[in-house]
């Protein structure tokens, strides 16, 4: 027999960051919200990939404008759940290798000006001053001093936490199994193998799995797995403290290419460990240990930083980002179905662009003008297969 | 009498030798790894964790709790408990990620 609940405003599928975050800014604005995760907290790719809080990868276009709200609310998070999420303000250091690459960065770095990233080029000879233990070898670099860095398995307890105090609930273990519909289509809440949950609206935050629940309420949206590796090395004391990553790391990630990508992206933890991340490829949810991956992150980021080839690799980890065709997430609500909004589909952003993604999605449950023109992140802009 | 794994066996080891330990030589048998050649000298602490400063050594034996970590041969963070004590080895007690000289 199927338990049936009282009656709530919104149910969030997901208990990722973005579910999280959708849960937290919902609650906030006075709604009644459940959230309900097949797995645990953090469960999916949230606990699976880098707490990286960029905006120096990405070049203006809705993205970044995601991105740069998303990081003004990291910022105002931060003022009571910094320290329990590992929030470090750290800033980002591009470097290039090459004076043509250092060239490239800086047109980059002057079409990000224009809209409100701020970039400090850095002469090679002063790259050593930012970074002691980084390669001489490098032609210069950039300093963006608004990138920062979370744990995204933290940040997202601790936002679904602060939910709770504001009255939502959580629910896990639990798979939604069916998104409940009136005959004219709109949403009646869901079902899942335990109970129903009946709510106007209900917030897709599946994640890498948001095109299975798109379909769960009739509609196409092509979320996909993208493979990334992660390197963890053994406990250091802070030896690199910003997060470096070489140039080629913004062509990857803007890339369409299905095979091996990896341009290592190099940051401390509080904890002690350096990571190295990550890869790019498109293979399913094929879990394999590439080694190629591993060789590649491993021998970039030594080039980088020649202190790290001493260093032991104490594991590896994999997670499989969610991605839509067009780089960009789905976020808002459905055209199609009343009643149903998006946030899923951030690919390797999805740490950094939460907070923005659930304060719009909150703005629109209750009514609200979203902060941002949310046409350019709808779910129907994808034609059917 | 001491009753060792090895008499319990009935293992015919070869002579002992010596390996060194924080400057003093411990004695090692053959194919004996150096926590168990330090278990055997009664020492069960050769690093100190990186929070609190407390003392550790074996603890699963097997190489997969990375509890008994110690510099060995001047390499910080080597399992003790899966490295042979082969003649030659120095074993130095770690303090903390035994790191320190890379800190900026
Ligand atoms: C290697 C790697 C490195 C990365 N590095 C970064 C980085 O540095 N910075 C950054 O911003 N992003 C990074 N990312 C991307 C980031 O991890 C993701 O974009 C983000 O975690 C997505 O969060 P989410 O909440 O949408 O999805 P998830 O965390 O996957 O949450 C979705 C949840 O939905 C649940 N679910 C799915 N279907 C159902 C159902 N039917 N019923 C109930 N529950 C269901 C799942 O169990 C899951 O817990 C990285 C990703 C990888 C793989
Ligand atoms: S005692 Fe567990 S790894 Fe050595």
């Known amino acids: 027999m199927l338990k049936t609940e009282p009656p709530l405003d919104v149910v969030v599928v997901g208990a990722g960051v973005v579910g999280a975050a959708c849960a937290y800014y919902a609650a906030r604005a006075g709604l009644a919200v459940t959230v309900v995760d097949r797995g645990p907290v953090a469960g999916g790719t949230t606990g699976a990939g880098e707490g990286n809080l960029l905006v120096s990868d990405k070049e203006p276009g809705p993205e970044l404008d995601l991105a740069l709200l998303s990081l003004r609310l990291w910022r105002e998070l931060a003022d009571d759940l910094g320290a329990a999420m590992e929030y470090e303000p750290k800033g980002g250091v591009v470097v290039s290798s090459t004076p043509a690459g250092q060239e490239a960065l800086r047109a980059f770095a002057a079409q990000q000006a224009a809209v409100g990233v701020v970039a400090e080029e850095i002469p090679a000879e002063r790259l050593q001053e930012l970074e002691p233990h980084l390669s001489p070898r490098m032609a210069g ?7 920062a860095q979370v744990q995204p398995a933290l940040a997202a307890a601790h936002l679904l936490r602060e939910a709770r105090r504001l009255g939502a609930k959580l629910i896990t273990g639990e798979t939604v199994r069916a998104v409940r519909r009136r005959p004219d289509g709109a949403v009646l809440g869901v079902e899942t193998d335990r109970r129903r949950l009946d709510a106007p609206a209900v917030v897709n935050a599946a994640g890498t799995w948001g095109g299975e629940l798109a379909g769960l309420a009739g509609v196409h949206l092509p979320v996909l797995p993208r493979r990334g590796f992660v390197l963890v090395t053994e406990p250091l004391p802070r030896i690199i403290r910003h997060k470096v990553y070489a140039a080629d790391y913004v062509a990857d990630v803007a890339s369409g290419s299905a095979g091996l990508q990896t341009s290592a992206v190099i940051e401390g933890t509080p904890g002690g460990p350096v990571l190295i991340g990550a890869s790019r490829e498109r293979v399913g949810f094929d879990r394999t240990l590439s080694q190629e991956a591993l060789h590649r992150l491993a021998a970039q980021a030594a080039e980088l930083f020649p202190v790290l080839a001493d260093v032991t690799v104490m594991r590896v980890y994999r997670g ?35 907070p923005a993604t659930g304060l719009l999605i909150a703005e629109q449950l209750t009514g609200k003008q979203p902060e941002l023109d949310l046409v350019p992140f709808r779910a129907d802009r994808f034609p059917a297969a | 009498m001491r009753r060792t794994p090895a008499e319990l066996v009935g293992a015919e080891p070869g002579p002992a030798h010596h390996i060194d330990f924080d400057g003093r030589p411990v004695p090692a ?19 100190t ?55 900026i």
């Open chain 1, 141 to 147: 670099g950039f300093h963006y001093p608004q990138d």
């Open chain 2, 49 to 103: 964790t990186r929070v609190g400063g407390r003392p550790r050594g074996v603890f699963c034996g097997i190489g997969a709790c990375f509890d008994c970590l110690a510099t060995v041969n001047g390499r910080p963070n080597q399992r003790t408990c899966l490295l042979p004590a082969e003649p030659g080895t120095t074993v130095t007690t770690q303090e903390g990620h035994g790191r320190a000289d890379l800190a």
């Open chain 2, 29 to 47: 048998l053959p194919g004996q790894s150096i926590a168990a050649a330090l278990w055997a000298d009664g020492v069960l602490a050769w690093r």
């Open chain 1, 320 to 354: 499989f980002r969610p991605y839509l065709p067009d780089h960009l997430p789905a976020i808002g609500a459905d055209p199609r179905v009343p009643g149903l909004y998006h946030a899923c589909g951030h690919e390797g952003a999805g740490i950094g662009l939460a």
